[in-house]
């Protein structure tokens, strides 16, 4: 499944980029010492991504790290267990044993993401010892947020009471579109019936009120009517928060192979950006919050795990492939299985080791101006400039200054409230120093987000010259 955030292995953009789809920062597995100051202090984790992944087959744009399980997939509760996720979920298990909490502060896990693969083929037993495991080695906080990703298909009502049971509260359903011809040109293992019965399933179940939609635009052969129709389908199954991605075809997938992206049957650019902007214009007027670039919520339903990445914090992650971010460094786990196995035995017995480093301050600014410019919160330019310089601060102001004359870039006082341009002039000038009323600026909504990789990328471009 797709996501508005996945722990994985990613870089930064170096040239153009497809526009919507977000990323992680990327991973560094250490960072370079040499910082001209001290980095701020890193803050303990309160998150943990677990990585769940089994699929019963790969989607033809997949190249996330997962395990195809073929027609032995479990029936959608679960009572036949294939051998391979009970292994898994034990090395999975012995990965948390061995990792040693990163403050002695006893801080509790506020968020819980269990992604893929296809969480929901996991037994709803497996999910619950590795919460319990969770639990005990880090404590949950009050209140979690447990969110699991859920493909239609692979669970019933039975089974999604169980993991609602065991202490999931947040559902992803991974439909991606509405139309048979779609999900089966994608390579999908679900069909509509399923989708529909899902749909029933997750809204029916007594004590989930939170749960998401995933969709995904600029499919092979997709037209304006097929996006609008997924649109209407899903504001009518009124989930309490939307993801929509912008295909990417990915290198060693099978769409890789034999698609280019903008060559038909793909759609061009332009088209690919109307879809997008037709999703903000519907979305909106249905009631949704576009709060990050991918992602619509109603009041108070924001992912909080994923608000986690896109505000920069630490978390930690287990399983194969995911990747954690602790004390301002991004470490990556093995893609293959067996070299997972081999670095969880290593972790045991006290043989590897990362070398303990200080993360350039131009990584930290590049990943703060990322993140934040991806959400509709912004970059806070008092607290960047607080914590990288005035002089980099102004940099940056003076870089974007065209683009909030142009509207692509949204300009906000102390209280996130949007500063028209006629009451700029002065405040234009002096972006980013003290005393301007600039606080905080943001891209606009839909234009500026299209545009989120070329506005970052000049960032990039002053801190790192």
């Not at 303990?44 to 996330?64: E, N, T």
Request: hydrophobic share 35%; with cysteine; proline share 8%.
């Amino acid at each position: 499944m797709l996501r508005s955030a996945f722990p994985l292995v990613f870089q930064f953009p170096h040239t153009k980029l497809p526009p919507i789809r977000p990323r992680s920062p990327p991973v560094r597995r250490y960072a370079s010492p040499a910082a001209v100051l001290p980095p701020p202090r890193p803050l303990p984790p309160a998150s943990a991504y677990v990585h769940l992944p089994f699929c019963r087959k790969r989607c033809h744009y997949c190249d996330f790290p997962i395990v195809a399980l073929g027609s032995s997939s479990p029936l959608p509760r679960g009572e036949v267990e294939d051998p391979r996720i009970a292994d898994y979920v034990r090395l999975l298990l012995r990965e948390v044993a061995a990792t040693q909490p990163v403050s002695d502060d006893g801080v509790p896990l506020e968020t819980i993401f269990f992604g893929g693969g296809t969480p929901s083929l996991v037994p709803p037993r497996l999910v619950a010892a590795v919460l319990d495991a969770l639990r005990g080695k880090f404590g949950l906080s009050a209140c979690p947020e447990v969110s699991i990703e859920m493909d239609p298909g692979t669970f019933d009502a039975a089974k999604l009471r169980d993991l609602v049971g065991v202490g999931v509260n947040r559902v992803s359903l991974g439909v991606q579109a509405f139309q048979e011809d779609l999900l089966r040109a994608c390579g999908r293992a679900h069909g509509l019936q399923e989708v529909h019965e899902a749909v029933g399933i997750v809204t029916g179940c007594e004590g989930l009120q939170n749960w998401s939609m995933d969709l995904i635009s600029s499919l092979p052969n997709q037209t304006e009517e097929m996006w609008e129709e997924s649109l209407r389908c899903t504001i009518d199954a009124r989930p309490t928060h939307v993801s929509v991605y912008d295909l990417q075809i990915e290198q060693g997938t099978k769409f890789g192979q034999i698609y280019t992206p903008g060559v038909f049957p793909l759609p061009s650019e332009t088209d690919s950006a109307n879809f997008y902007k037709i999703a903000s214009k519907r979305l909106s007027e249905a009631g949704y919050t576009h709060y990050e670039i991918s992602s619509y919520c109603n009041a108070g339903y924001e992912c909080k795990h994923n608000v986690t990445y896109w505000q920069n914090r630490p978390f930690y992650a287990f399983g194969l492939g995911s990747a954690s971010y602790i004390n301002g460094v991004r470490f990556s786990r093995p893609r293959r299985m067996k070299d997972y196995a081999d670095w969880v035995r290593k972790l045991e017995d006290g043989t590897w080791c990362h070398e303990s480093s200080t993360p350039e301050l131009k990584d930290m600014a590049m990943d703060s101006v990322m993140l934040s410019l991806r959400t509709a919160w912004g970059l806070d330019l008092h607290s960047f400039s607080k914590s990288f310089g005035k002089n980099l601060t102004q940099s940056l102001c003076n870089m974007y200054r065209p683009f909030v004359e142009s509207g692509l870039l949204i300009a906000m006082d102390t209280d996130r409230q949007v500063l028209q341009l006629s009451e700029l002039d002065l405040d234009l000038e002096n972006m980013g120093a003290t005393g301007s009323r600039v606080a905080f600026i943001r891209l606009s909504d839909p234009d500026g987000f299209l545009l989120s990789n070329e506005l970052i990328s000049l960032a990039f471009g002053i801190i790192s010259p």
